[in-house]
């Protein structure tokens, strides 16, 4: 099983390193000639996720979908256009990771009041759910950014950002609210359970690369901190 997702993820890999990014290479020229920086794409990306999530606070699944299905195109050519302008830069990294746990939460956050609100599919449990997802998915996220301050690259786990937005939007915007809403239902459960998964891989990945061998070194954080130390983590995703 664990082999079977491996290729499955392997060859995600392959599809976007030498397919998709290729693909939005012309999209991201024009962008470049009309002037629009990537950090101008990172906060359009993001304004348009949290419409996506607005719209799921709403109960308008299908349009949510794929709100978030064409925002993922603006999500990838930031980095196209940074790279090309040579615009690759610490605050832009910074500001591109920050902004997706904004985005991850608007999305999450819309499914929760959702639950929370709707006359017909009003579902307590799944609020619980919804908010330990969203709980979750900052574990991912804080748990990696922790551990490469040790200096450890705890990249581990089944459930990165893309799969998480790929669940989001893809049954919403074909499906909706089918089977009752027990699609959407599986979907939420799917991604908490994967997300806490995930984040208890990195904590004890982090455990195990600290028991075995030398331990890396503790890194202080300073205003006299290379920059060079940082360059590797530049536009990283969760």
């Given at each position: 099983m664990r082999s079977l997702w491996d290729r499955v993820?392997?060859?995600?890999?392959?599809?976007?390193?030498?397919?998709y990014l290729r693909l939005m290479e012309p999209i991201a020229a024009v962008?470049?000639?009309?002037?629009?920086s990537a950090n101008a794409l990172t906060t359009i990306g993001t304004l348009s996720t949290v419409v996506g999530g607005v719209a799921f606070a709403y109960g308008h699944m299908r349009l949510a979908g794929w709100i978030i299905g064409l925002t993922a195109i603006a999500d990838a050519l930031d980095g196209v256009v940074a790279r090309k302008t040579g615009q690759v830069t610490v605050f832009g990294a910074f500001y591109d990771s920050t902004l997706d746990r904004i985005a991850d939460g608007a999305l999450l956050g819309g499914i929760a009041y959702f639950y929370a609100t709707h006359p017909v599919y009003h579902n307590k449990p799944m609020l619980a759910v919804s908010l330990f997802g969203?709980?979750?998915?900052?574990?991912i996220s804080y748990a990696r950014a922790r551990a490469e301050a040790l200096g450890i690259n705890a990249k581990v786990g089944v459930m990165q950002?893309?799969?998480?937005?790929?669940?989001?939007?893809v049954p919403q915007a074909f499906f909706g609210l089918a089977f009752n809403g027990w699609l959407l239902n599986s979907v939420v459960i799917l991604l908490t359970v994967t997300a806490w998964h995930t984040a208890i891989l990195r904590i004890n990945y982090v455990r195990v690369s600290t028991l075995v061998g030398e331990q890396p070194p503790l890194?202080?954080?300073?205003d006299s901190t290379s920059s060079s130390s940082t360059r590797s983590s530049l536009r990283a995703k969760s």
């Open positions: 993820r392997k060859a995600h890999v392959v599809f976007v390193t030498t397919g962008l470049i000639k009309l002037g629009i969203i709980i979750g998915s900052y574990m950002r893309a799969e998480r937005v790929i669940l989001l939007c890194r202080v954080i300073s």
